[in-house]
């Protein structure tokens, strides 16, 4: 996953600029964050803590379902910003605006009862766990996903009752700021969601202020700065550090449906997105019919104007992005990988990489080794379903991945063997409100969405009523 380093700079910055990366052309620009700003906007989050928390569950709710109503409303606008600031898709920047909102719909829906205290029978009167909100929540996100990748955390965490100070990535801060204000509208507690824009030095001032806890997600280098940051302080953390989702088509996989699925599951949001597929293992059998198919889609893909909605694959989010992708396909090829489709960047204004197909791949290629952050996709052929696991779990990253097999229960066998947080069978990984989210390895650390990542931001406490004290009792830690 890339985001901003979060290391601290020589210098500070005192702005931000917005670039189109279609064009490369500046949109606009951005002052940065002091740390007194950082500060003000802590003490504003820490003073709507005391009001905010005491709302019921429902009342937090009511305010969770008029932001998904505005989400819903603001959907081509908000779509329109994604895009233009990152370079997503206009067919996949709107879905990614109704999205948020039914995450709001859900956590609106099924909080309260989340939230609910659970009775434990025990030696007392009366026992249960409480669920209390922990204070205010650090939020530090990347670009790719620059609204869901927020309300993947906010929509949880507020509604437990915490509230949050959210830094956007420095490549989309109109995206982070349209969220302030959609939060502001639905009339919550003044400074519930507080924007605050920069990069890494204003990531280091959040953790730093009177936060209670921090949600990271990006580059595993950044989240071990970030753990560490916070753990000084011990300062709990939710980390989503990326991925390299191994994709396992087995001898019976129904073979078109497992081509389509490449497709999609490795060339969504231009490649870069933490949940691609981006490892491609097959087995001897059919690995000659996958390929055949898989590159006669890939080739078939539109490469143009991220607004247009006939286009398939906008451009890279930035210039250095761009060539360190090119870099590792490259050196993947001096290695012996294979070029079968793509591979050379395109000669046009803007940042625009080609769907890349390779094969002859090795597990000590860059493309198969590092985490690939574009539309490439290495195809390494295996001789049976162990060795597909064996080289799907040599990768240090430990996200999700996807096993394609006609026999749901043999799939499902080497699904269960594969090390990481999330495994789908015959389909890609996608991100679900009803599911945990989240990985093991250098993926990160905890959970988010579903009930798992609403807990995360809570308080667990355990309540024993008695109604008289015990005449004897026997104390071990």
């Known amino acids: 996953m890339s985001t901003d380093l979060f290391l601290p700079p020589k210098k500070a910055r005192r702005w931000i600029e917005t670039v189109n990366p ?49 989400f819903r409303s603001k959907k081509d606008k908000l779509g329109r910003t994604i895009t233009i600031e990152m370079g997503k898709t206009i067919k996949e920047a709107v879905p990614e605006v109704t999205k948020c909102a039914w995450a709001m719909e859900y956590f609106a829906e099924n909080g309260p009862r989340f939230l609910h205290p659970e009775a434990v029978n025990t030696d007392a009167t009366d026992g249960y766990i409480a669920f209390e909100p922990l204070g205010v929540v650090a939020s530090i996100m990347p670009w790719n996903f620059p ?22 990535s420095s490549v989309t801060p109109q995206s982070g700021l349209a969220l302030e204000q959609i939060f502001d509208q639905t009339g919550v507690v003044p400074g519930t969601f507080n924007v605050v824009l920069g990069s890494s030095e204003v990531a280091s001032y959040m953790i730093e202020a009177n936060t209670t806890a921090v949600s990271f997600t990006g580059s595993v280098p950044a989240g071990r700065d970030v753990a560490e940051q916070a753990g000084r302080q011990l300062k709990k953390v939710v980390l989503e550090l990326g991925g390299s989702d191994p994709f396992i088509v087995l001898d019976d996989a129904d073979i078109e449906a497992a081509s389509t699925g490449a497709v999609a599951g490795r060339f969504i949001n231009n ?41 398939d694959i906008g451009p890279i989010v930035r210039e250095n992005a761009l060539r360190a992708l090119d870099q590792q396909v490259k050196r993947s090829a001096r290695m012996g990988a294979k070029l079968e489709v793509g591979g050379e960047r395109l000669k046009r204004k803007g ?69 990481t947080g999330m495994v789908t069978v015959n389909n890609i990984v996608v991100s679900d409100p009803r599911m945990p989210f989240g990985g093991i390895k250098q993926s990160g650390i905890g959970r988010e969405l579903s009930r798992y990542g609403m807990l995360e931001f809570t308080n667990i406490k355990s309540i ?11 104390h071990v830690e």
Request: charged share 30%; hydrophobic share 40%.
């Open 147 to 168: 609204l869901w990748q927020c309300i993947r955390f906010a929509a949880p965490a507020l509604m437990a009752g915490n509230t949050a100070v959210f830094k956007p």
């Open 464 to 474: 024993r009523l008695f109604e008289t004290s015990p005449l004897a009792y026997v």
């Open 22 to 70: 279609a064009n490369g052309k500046v949109i606009k620009r951005f002052r940065v964050a002091t740390r007194t700003d950082v500060e003000k906007s802590v003490e504003r989050a820490r003073k709507a803590f005391e009001k905010w928390r005491q709302f019921t569950p429902a009342k937090r709710a009511g305010f969770l379902q008029r932001a998904a109503e505005l």
């Open 271 to 311: 490649g870069q997105s933490c949940i691609c597929s981006k490892r491609f293992f097959v087995e001897k059998k059919v690995a000659d019919e996958f390929l055949d198919r898989f590159i006669a889609k890939t080739k078939s893909l539109k490469v143009g104007d991220p607004l247009s909605p006939e286009t």
């Open 351 to 419: 940042f625009f990489y080609p769907p890349t197909i390779l094969t002859e791949v090795e597990p000590d290629m860059p493309v198969m080794k590092e985490e690939t952050f574009g539309p490439v996709a290495p195809v390494m052929v295996v001789k049976d379903d162990e060795e597909a696991v064996k080289y799907s779990n040599t990768s240090d990253f430990g996200l999700g991945g996807s096993v394609w097999g006609r026999d749901v229960r043999r799939a499902e066998k080497v699904a269960r063997q594969i090390a």
